[in-house]
């Protein structure tokens, strides 16, 4: 038998997971990185054998065999019936005592803030909110693309981009230096030729994400198309954070706001900027801040919430990750 640490948690994204083994006083025993976690397209066992080779690197690290409790954060875990059946696969691979298993939105959330109150708005690929309270109210949206109302993140950037950008270039849109400079990414001539290798894949679908960086860039040089679509993202994290607020009777009261994922954590400042004005606007109370902490960080925090360890304990964990 062997020696049983205080928590696991796991941060587990379409691209990687993040695991780290946590002692009852805060030290952190081992780390470990594997795989992306994505149970739709691979189904549910074959996402957590990707899990599960990460934590097995760390539990040989550490010199454990087991946890008190697991505490993981995962992409594709919308629902709340998602989060119970994701719970129950990782609770039969008998890692701890006990599991709880949430969005990985909230592992951004509570690795920005010292207690369990907030807000968090994450645009990576995609967008997501979700906001907490420490008696454990919640609000979170399903963020599963256009059926679940959303737009922006880094993939819905690219395809506004591509759209306006091929009417630009055949005349039913607006002129945007869009329809030059995304081609122009991949060496080809126009955005027909560039619509032509995507449907064709001689440009793998995954490359689109390349083109949100090239429309940042076109709107820094004044581009009014690209601009505008920056506008309007801005105004959807301004819009998510501000109704989350709201759901949790924060709007009135000074909470932070926290911004992470690939695009928001970029610091563009015309988004940046964007946000921050939005904001004092609409949720005047709300303290905006980027979060550059890494996710697993939160996971950790969540599950020394769960085991009720003491602010110290919690702070011994911080320190390690963020310096």
């Not at 390349?210 to 679509?229: I, K, N, R, Y």
């Not at 009135?252 to 970029?266: H, I, K, R, S, Y």
Request: net charge negative.
């Amino acid at each position: 038998m062997g020696l049983t640490a205080s928590v696991l948690a796991v941060d587990a994204g379409n691209s990687k997971t993040d695991v780290a083994v946590v002692a009852a006083d805060g030290t952190v025993l081992a780390t470990a990185r594997g795989g992306g976690f994505r149970p739709p397209v691979v189904g549910v066992e074959a996402a957590v054998d990707k899990v599960a080779q990460a934590v097995e690197q760390a539990f040989a690290a550490a010199g454990v065999e087991s946890v008190d409790h697991v505490s993981a954060c995962l992409a594709n875990a919308d629902f709340p019936v998602e989060e119970e059946q994701l719970a129950a696969a990782l609770h039969a691979r008998a890692w701890g005592a006990s599991t709880q298993v949430r969005n990985d939105t909230f592992a951004v959330l509570r690795a920005g803030v010292t207690e369990p109150r907030g807000v968090a708005v994450v645009c990576g690929a995609g967008i997501n909110c979700v906001g907490m309270r420490p008696d454990g109210r919640t609000a979170r949206f399903p963020a599963l693309g256009r059926i679940s109302g959303d737009w922006g993140g880094g993939w819905g950037l690219a395809e506004e981009a591509l759209w306006h950008a091929s009417r630009a270039e055949d005349g039913r849109g607006p002129a945007t230096a869009l329809a030059r400079t995304l081609p122009a990414h991949f060496g080809l001539p126009s955005m027909y030729a560039l619509v032509e290798a995507l449907h064709l894949e001689h440009i793998g679908t995954a490359r689109r994400h390349e083109l949100t960086p090239v429309l940042f860039a076109t709107a820094v040089a004044g581009d009014a198309v690209a601009s505008g679509l920056v506008d309007r993202l801005a105004d959807e994290v301004v819009t998510m954070a501000t109704v989350a607020l709201t759901r949790l009777d924060l709007l009135e009261e000074e909470t932070p706001v926290l911004l992470g994922g690939g695009v928001l954590a970029a610091r563009h400042p015309r988004l940046d900027d964007g946000v921050r004005d939005l904001l004092a606007s609409r949720a005047p109370k709300a303290v905006p801040q980027v979060v550059t902490a890494s996710p697993v960080l939160g996971a950790a925090l969540l599950g020394l919430d769960r085991v009720g360890a003491s602010g110290e304990v919690q702070e011994r964990v911080r320190a390690y990750f963020e310096h």
